[in-house]
């Protein structure tokens, strides 16, 4: 029923700035993690920023200082404001969300992903 609709990537010259956005629609509870994911072409996917319903946030290395993942205004949604972008920032961008269920003592993960939206760093 939850579905993940990613804005915003584009391309752009070296040091330019982009902005993602990413949106869940039916699905009316709280989604405990987001994040962003990335794949380039021949690498294998990989973990970017994620940020969880109380705000707190984590950032792969290579991106620290330059990415910023936050809320939305509207309820399950994320941003990620990207700066300073380098050629090696090129991949398809993926929006990541998961809930997590306890029911009669069973925990449950339920993960969900949106289409990729891709993200172009060239001169």
């Known amino acids: 029923q939850v579905q993940l609709v990613e804005s915003g990537g584009g391309s752009v010259q070296p040091g330019g700035s982009l902005r993602l956005s990413c949106a869940a629609s039916?699905?009316?509870?709280?989604?405990?993690?987001m994040g962003w994911y990335r794949q380039a072409p021949g690498k294998q996917r990989e973990l970017v920023a994620t940020?969880?319903?109380?705000?707190?946030?984590n950032y792969t290395d290579s991106v620290k200082g330059r990415f910023t993942i936050s809320r939305g205004n509207a309820k399950n949604t994320i941003s990620l404001q990207m700066n300073s972008l380098k050629s090696e920032d090129t991949a398809v961008y993926y929006c990541?969300?998961?809930?997590?269920?306890?029911?009669?003592?069973?925990?449950?993960?339920?993960?969900?992903w949106g289409q990729g939206t891709q993200v172009t760093v060239t001169s």
């Open positions: 990541n969300a998961i809930r997590r269920t306890v029911n009669a003592g069973v925990r449950n993960e339920y993960d969900y």
């Open positions: 039916g699905w009316i509870f709280t989604l405990d993690v």
């Open positions: 940020i969880t319903s109380s705000g707190s946030t």
